[in-house]
Nanobody, 120 residues
Framework: QVHLVESGGGLVQAGGSLRLSCAAS????????MGWFRQAPGKERSLVAG???????YLADSIKGRFTASRDTAKNTLYLQMNSLKPEDTAMYYC??????????????WGQGTQVTVSS
C-alpha cells in the first residue's frame, strides 16, 4: 500500500505562483509513475502532469510553459510548480501513483487532494 499526502494549495491572485508537494510513504518501490490531476467543479478529473522514476515528464497542453513537474526520489516527493496562474486553473489538485510507468491508464493510489483557487 502507498499513502500520498498533498500540500501547498491555497488562494492566489492571477499571475501568481504556487508549489504543490506530494509526499509518498509505504511500499514506495512499487511506484513507477506519479502524476498530478485536477478537477474543477462540474468538470471531469484530468491529468495535468506526470513524472517517471527516471525524471521523464509529461505536461498537458493547457499548462505547458507555466507549470513544471519534478520528483525528489530521495524524499519520495512529487512537486508541481505552478507559475502565471489563471482563474481557470482553479481546481482540486490530486496526486496519484501507479505501478506502470506511463501517464495514461488507471492509477493505483490517490491522495486526498489540495485546493487551488486563483482569483482574478
Amino acid at each position: 500500500q502507498v499513502h500520498l499526502v498533498e500540500s501547498g494549495g491555497g488562494l492566489v491572485q492571477a499571475g501568481g505562483s504556487l508549489r504543490l508537494s506530494c509526499a509518498a510513504s509505504g511500499n514506495i518501490l512499487s511506484i513507477n509513475y506519479m502524476g498530478w490531476f485536477r478537477q474543477a467543479p462540474g468538470k471531469e478529473r484530468s491529468l495535468v502532469a506526470g513524472v517517471t522514476n527516471g525524471g521523464g515528464t509529461y505536461l498537458a497542453d493547457s499548462i505547458k510553459g507555466r507549470f513544471t513537474a519534478s520528483r525528489d526520489t530521495a524524499k519520495n516527493t512529487l512537486y508541481l510548480q505552478m507559475n502565471s496562474l489563471k482563474p481557470e486553473d482553479t481546481a482540486m489538485y490530486y496526486c496519484a501513483a501507479k505501478r506502470i510507468a506511463t501517464p495514461r491508464g488507471p492509477y493505483d493510489y490517490w491522495g486526498q487532494g489540495t485546493q487551488v483557487t486563483v482569483s482574478s
